[in-house]
């Protein structure tokens, strides 16, 4: 079945063609400037297409000048945001993207253009399958507990206030493949899975259902990310308000010049951990605090799911930093964990094991890939609707 899985941002559309059975990807692409141009008419400056229809456009005609008239079964999409209705893959129709709609007030920033996305396809192809993949669907299974903040009750019931947590299409994913390479059922994997790309999180697995997890009612929570702060004392938000800060200033200084970026002037992991090497100070802080705060979250989820039989690392700087790694590691000696320096320092896009023989639990690096995820679950909707 070919899928084409579509990944729209607020200015950016993001697409891959893929054969689910064979699990390949035929072509991909990404188109950015959405809005911010007048889509080519002869009329001044080009800058990009003019909204997400005519993004499609260019979507559909650079996937034909690829393939040739290739035929598409079904579009899937990454959908941020599915609140507390949506705890798997849906098939839409006016219903679900009305649904989905309704919940732009919680993914202010890619709900709505999630519905774009939606609603052009709708409008150019009214008759193909669309299957919405939700971020926060996994962690549905979170247990009230995990889910609730402790304020007035009222924040939940009439705002929606809560840990919904995201990621979920990795974690759900990279969960099935660790499983998988520990020759475990997933229904007996409990672990650990941290997903480290630019946004990071980390998720409590028990008996292969999310039960905790870092990100809460948005993606900031948790851990320490590249431009994100994660975790920090809500008072500081007050104190910063009653100083004259405006909710836009906060919003921009904890979403976008904090974590990596807030500490050592740089977002990306590799230069971070170049400089720490070549002694820059306030690198080897960053990592230290990165990494303690990431140790700090296993510890806890290793209590969470009742002891981890597995600790496993994905995304941009899970899957390829053994510098981050071995700093994580390091700091789990009271769990057992021991790295074997030389499986860490390999390189494969493999998933494989990279912590000794005697380590208490096995450490493990499992490559996430969410389109291949979106086209499997957008597959399988779509056969199961079809079925008689
Ligand atoms: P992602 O959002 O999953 O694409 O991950 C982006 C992060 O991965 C950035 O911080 C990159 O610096 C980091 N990353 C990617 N490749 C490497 C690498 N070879 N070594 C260290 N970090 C890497």
Redesign the pocket.
């Known amino acids: 079945m070919l899928v084409l899985v579509i990944n729209s941002g607020s200015s950016s559309l993001k697409y891959q063609v893929r054969d689910v059975a064979a699990g390949t990807v035929l072509t991909e692409g990404l188109i950015e400037k959405i809005g911010m141009g007048n889509g080519g008419d002869g009329d001044g400056e080009i800058e990009g297409p003019r909204d997400h229809a005519e993004a499609l456009e260019q979507v559909d005609a650079a996937i034909h000048q690829e393939l040739g008239g290739l035929e598409l079964a079904a579009v899937g999409h990454r959908v941020v945001h599915g609140g507390e209705r949506f705890a798997e893959p849906v098939l839409i129709d006016n219903e679900i993207t009305r649904a989905i709609e309704r919940l732009n007030p919680l993914a202010p920033l890619h709900n709505p253009a999630n519905v774009l996305g939606i609603r052009a396809i709708t409008r150019k192809w009214p008759d193909m399958p669309q299957v919405a993949v939700f971020d926060t669907a996994f962690h549905r299974t979170l247990p009230e507990h995990a889910w609730r903040y402790a304020v007035p009750d009222e924040l939940y019931t009439n705002h929606g206030i809560r840990r919904y947590g995201f990621h979920g299409t990795s974690h759900e994913y990279v969960t099935r493949r660790a499983a998988a390479l520990l020759d475990l059922p997933v229904e007996e994997f409990d672990g650990v899975i941290a997903h480290?790309?630019?946004?990071a999180s980390v998720t409590a697995i028990r008996g292969g259902n999310s039960v905790d997890t870092s990100m809460g009612f948005t993606p900031l929570e948790g851990l320490v990310m590249?431009t994100r702060s994660g975790d920090l004392d809500p008072s500081i938000l007050v104190f910063l308000g009653r100083a004259g800060w405006t909710p836009e200033d906060l919003d921009t200084m904890l979403n976008r010049e904090s974590g990596?970026k807030g500490l050592a002037g740089n977002?990306?992991?590799?230069?971070v951990?170049e400089a720490s090497e070549s002694g820059d100070a306030k690198a080897a802080t960053a990592l230290a605090v990165t990494s303690y705060r990431l140790a700090k979250y296993i510890g806890g989820y290793h209590v969470a799911v009742g002891g981890a039989k597995a600790l496993v690392f994905t995304?941009?700087?899970g899957e390829?930093?053994h510098q981050?790694r071995a700093l994580v590691a390091d700091r789990l000696g009271a769990l057992g964990v021991e790295l074997d320096a030389g499986l860490n320092a390999e390189r494969s896009r493999d998933p494989r094991v990279i912590s000794t023989a005697g380590s208490a639990i096995p450490v493990l690096v499992v490559p996430t890939d969410e389109e291949r995820a979106i086209a499997e679950a957008t597959a399988a909707v779509v056969s199961s609707s079809v079925a008689p």
């Open positions: 480290l790309g630019n946004g590249g990596l977002n990306d992991m590799r230069s951990v995304a941009g700087i390829n930093s981050f």
